[in-house]
T-cell receptor
Framework: GEDVEQSLFLSVREGDSSVINCTYTDSSSTYLYWYKQEPGAGLQLLTYIFSNMDMKQDQRLTVLLNKKDKHLSLRIADTQTGDSAIYFCAELRDSGNTPLVFGKGTRLSVIA | DVKVTQSSRYLVKRTGEKVFLECVQDMDHENMFWYRQDPGLGLRLIYFSYDVKMKEKGDIPEGYSVSREKKERFSLILESASTNQTSMYLC???????????FGEGSRLTVL
């Protein structure tokens, strides 16, 4: 299929780690992105990874990329209530001017 | 600070009315996009533009048109609004040849 796949919901307890998974479609994708959407707001870029990388870490965020399986994950350490949001995975297919292809988003709920 | 501004956060229109959704970016970005967001369906691309006076159809262009007379402004037009166009509309911009999108806050349109 042509879709970027994500599970729709994830619930975690405050202080635990969250792992949001994504399966993308195009082995030639150059960049893969994670966007965050807080309630009532637009999307904001959270982090991204270039396709020749396996891992990227940025404070509490760790992105893992498995190119063989076309699998991308976002790990949030020490999840806080402020992390409650919808997280979108997106791929940039080919290079140059093609629009990002988004997954449907994973709604993360953090329970205090 | 980069900014994408959508003219209206909330609109209520009647079936058959013509609706204009305006989007302005102050980052001198070449690319601009219109998405709609619906629960369970994620983001769906309506139209995009890579340059002034240029437009490309996205995945769901039916019932919509766009206008890009100036680089900083991208307008979405519903010629005759219908109830199935009730949705959240998100505008975004990006620099040339990069997937990093900057989103507006969104316009929630209700068609009665």
């Amino acid at each position: 299929g042509e879709d970027v796949e994500q599970s729709l919901f994830l619930s975690v307890r405050e202080g635990d780690s969250s792992v949001i998974n994504c399966t993308y479609t195009d082995s030639s994708s150059t960049y893969l992105y994670w966007y965050k959407q807080e309630p009532g707001a637009g999307l904001q870029l959270l982090t991204y990874i270039f396709s020749n990388m396996d891992m990227k870490q940025d404070q509490r965020l760790t992105v893992l990329l498995n190119k063989k399986d076309k699998h991308l994950s976002l790990r949030i350490a020490d999840t806080q209530t402020g992390d409650s949001a919808i997280y979108f995975c997106a791929e940039l297919r080919d290079s140059g001017n093609t629009p990002l292809v988004f997954g449907k988003g994973t709604r993360l709920s953090v329970i205090a | 600070d980069v900014k994408v501004t959508q003219s209206s956060r909330y609109l209520v229109k009647r079936t058959g009315e013509k609706v204009f959704l305006e989007c302005v970016q102050d980052m001198d970005h070449e690319n601009m996009f219109w998405y709609r967001q619906d629960p369970g369906l994620g983001l769906r691309l309506i139209y995009f533009s890579y340059d002034v006076k240029m437009k490309e159809k996205g995945d769901i262009p039916e019932g919509y048109s766009v206008s890009r007379e100036k680089k900083e402004r991208f307008s979405l037009i519903l010629e005759s609004a219908s109830t199935n166009q009730t949705s959240m509309y998100l505008c975004a911009s990006s620099p040339l040849s990069t997937g990093e999108l900057f989103f507006g806050e969104g316009s929630r349109l209700t068609v009665l």
